[in-house]
């Protein structure tokens, strides 16, 4: 499938399964799966929040899809600084609650974090060239908060091995329905 030349696209994933910072074998079977059956090679750029999890899982990919010539590059500020504070949030909003239910709990971390994290997500989209794309291997739910930051689209919590796509077309990002995705 072709893609237009003035449209630039992001992939974000969460990393799979893990114990601690390392993915656990289920977590690399997972990652090697996805490598196999949902994603939409070539890719002009692989990233990471620099959490080994998340690097770990973005180097299954690039191996998996044969783009080792491709680096694999951390993107600074996609990774929290605050990741106990999310925590904290996250338990306070209950099971499964999305980021806005975590701003109700915590508004000022998630309006400061949601600006922080979308210019993160924004900088990958600059590295890209025109009709370019690029996955990105990060955390839930500072990955929801970044595109909730750059698009101001809320998107639900993602699961272990779930992703997001984020456009840029003309200036503008958005998420496209499920339906439209370039992937499906």
Same mark, same amino acid.
């Given at each position: 499938?072709?893609?237009?030349?003035?449209?630039?696209?992001?992939?974000?994933?969460?990393?799979?399964?893990?114990?601690?910072?390392?993915?656990?074998?289920?977590?690399?079977?997972?990652?090697?799966?996805?490598?196999?059956?949902?994603?939409?090679?070539?890719?002009?750029?692989?990233?990471?929040?620099?959490?080994?999890?998340?690097?770990?899982?973005?180097?299954?990919?690039?191996?998996?899809?044969?783009?080792?010539?491709?680096?694999?590059?951390?993107?600074?500020?996609?990774?929290?600084?605050?990741?106990?504070?999310?925590?904290?949030?996250?338990?306070?909003?209950?099971?499964?609650?999305?980021? $806005? *239910?975590? #701003?109700? &709990?915590?508004? %000022? =971390?998630?309006?400061?974090?949601?600006? @922080?994290?979308? $210019? *993160?997500? #924004?900088? &990958?989209?600059? %590295? =890209?060239?025109?009709?370019?794309?690029? @996955?990105?291997?990060?955390?839930?739910?500072?990955?929801?908060? %970044?595109?909730?930051?750059?698009?101001?689209? @809320?998107?639900?919590?993602?699961?272990?091995?779930?992703?997001?796509?984020?456009?840029?077309?003309?200036?503008?990002?958005?998420?496209?329905?499920?339906?439209?995705?370039?992937?499906?």
């Amino acid at each position: 499938m072709g893609y237009a030349e003035d449209v630039r696209y992001v992939e974000l994933l969460r990393h799979t399964d893990n114990d601690g910072d390392t993915l656990t074998t289920k977590g690399i079977a997972a990652a090697e799966e996805i490598g196999r059956e949902r994603l939409t090679p070539p890719y002009a750029f692989f990233g990471s929040t620099g959490a080994g999890r998340a690097t770990e899982m973005v180097e299954i990919l690039q191996r998996v899809l044969g783009q080792d010539e491709v680096p694999v590059t951390e993107v600074p500020g996609l990774r929290s600084s605050v990741e106990d504070r999310w925590r904290a949030a996250a338990k306070a909003a209950g099971k499964g609650a999305d980021v $806005e *239910a975590m #701003r109700r &709990v915590d508004p %000022a =971390l998630v309006e400061k974090e949601t600006l @922080l994290l979308g $210019e *993160a997500l #924004r900088s &990958v989209f600059d %590295a =890209l060239p025109d009709g370019g794309r690029a @996955l990105v291997v990060g955390h839930s739910p500072t990955n929801e908060a %970044a595109v909730l930051g750059l698009t101001g689209t @809320l998107v639900g919590p993602l699961g272990k091995g779930e992703g997001v796509q984020v456009v840029e077309d003309g200036g503008r990002f958005h998420v496209p329905p499920k339906e439209e995705r370039s992937d499906e």
